[in-house]
């Protein structure tokens, strides 16, 4: 079968099959106006769902089953947005064979609306993604990336604004130290930018600037790094940072139940979310606003 037709007609079957949801709360709580943050991270090219003689996740994730919950909770609630932190590419033989063009396919058939940029969405280098961009229908966002002696200049913002039922939402997105972790020649003359200092900038502009109710950072820097008590993380960035009041997660694969919260330097509290890696779980975050726009609450779930 020829690459463009298979590609078309495997976005369509794994869009129509459907799979079942499954929610578990963290809170409970009400408000005047809500938006519903849907969120993954760490996808890795899966597409199809799990084996079912698999030793670890039996039947679980794929494209299919993810479309059938998102479709159910846009209906919930049309104030919903999707977002993702990173690492779509690498990790099944999609990738090898279509470097990158099937899953920006099926993202945008998703309706995504915005991700940020992993360390293994280079490798098949800057040009390869760039290649690859009008097949994503949807933003990249990424602060802490220049990438301005790149082909990517102008190509990436380091922040995007959406507006659900009055209430604007400022996303900005940060990547992890590329030196070290990925080959020079992968992503060449990308510039990295101290992410602590770059996200108080970001999240003052939004919110003082911008005026937006609610700041998310998409997140590929890792949830936490006990051994390395000096290297950035999520957590890291959260007590030193305000502003913020959702940082969606990845790289380090981290499931977590809840969002774990965290007091900024300012001492307000910080949702920090990750759910794992493969499209196994889609995150979900209910925030509640009163009718002068301040958020008042959250709920959380876990989509499977």
Do not use: W
């Not at 760490?42 to 003689?53: A, N, R, Y």
């Amino acid at each position: 079968m020829k690459r463009r037709a298979f590609v078309k007609q495997t976005a369509v079957a794994s869009l129509v099959t459907l799979g079942g949801v499954g929610l578990s709360s963290f809170s409970a709580s009400s408000g005047a106006k809500k938006i519903t943050i849907l969120h993954t991270n760490d996808v890795h090219s899966h597409i199809d769902p799990f084996d079912p003689k698999d030793g670890k996740y039996p039947n679980m994730g794929g494209v299919a089953r993810r479309a059938s919950i998102i479709e159910k909770i846009r209906q919930e609630n049309p104030n919903t947005i999707l977002l993702d932190a990173g690492d779509i590419f690498q990790g099944t033989p999609y990738f090898n064979f279509y470097g990158g063009e099937l899953e920006f396919k099926l993202m945008s058939m998703l309706k995504y609306d915005i991700s940020t940029i992993g360390n293994h969405d280079f490798d098949n280098g800057i040009n390869g993604f760039y290649a690859q961009l009008p097949n994503a229908q949807f933003k990249f966002v990424s602060a802490n990336y220049d990438f301005t002696d790149t082909v990517m200049n102008t190509l990436v913002k380091p922040y995007e604004i959406l507006i659900r039922d009055g209430i604007r939402i400022g996303v900005f997105g940060l990547g992890i130290q590329l030196e070290g972790l990925v080959m020079k020649d992968l992503y060449k003359e990308t510039k990295y930018l101290n992410p602590i200092e770059i996200a108080q900038d970001m999240s003052t502009t939004l919110k003082k600037e911008e005026k937006c109710d609610l700041v998310i950072c998409l997140s590929h820097l890792g949830y936490d790094y006990k051994n390395e008590p000096d290297r950035v993380s999520d957590l890291i960035l959260a007590r030193n940072t305000e502003n913020i009041d959702l940082i969606i997660g990845g790289h380090t694969h981290t499931f977590l139940e809840q969002p774990t919260k965290v007091q900024n330097r300012k001492g307000n509290n910080v949702l920090v979310n990750q759910v794992g890696c493969y499209g196994l779980y889609l995150g979900r975050i209910d925030f509640y606003f009163d009718s002068q726009k301040n958020k008042t609450s959250e709920d959380s779930f876990i989509s499977i």
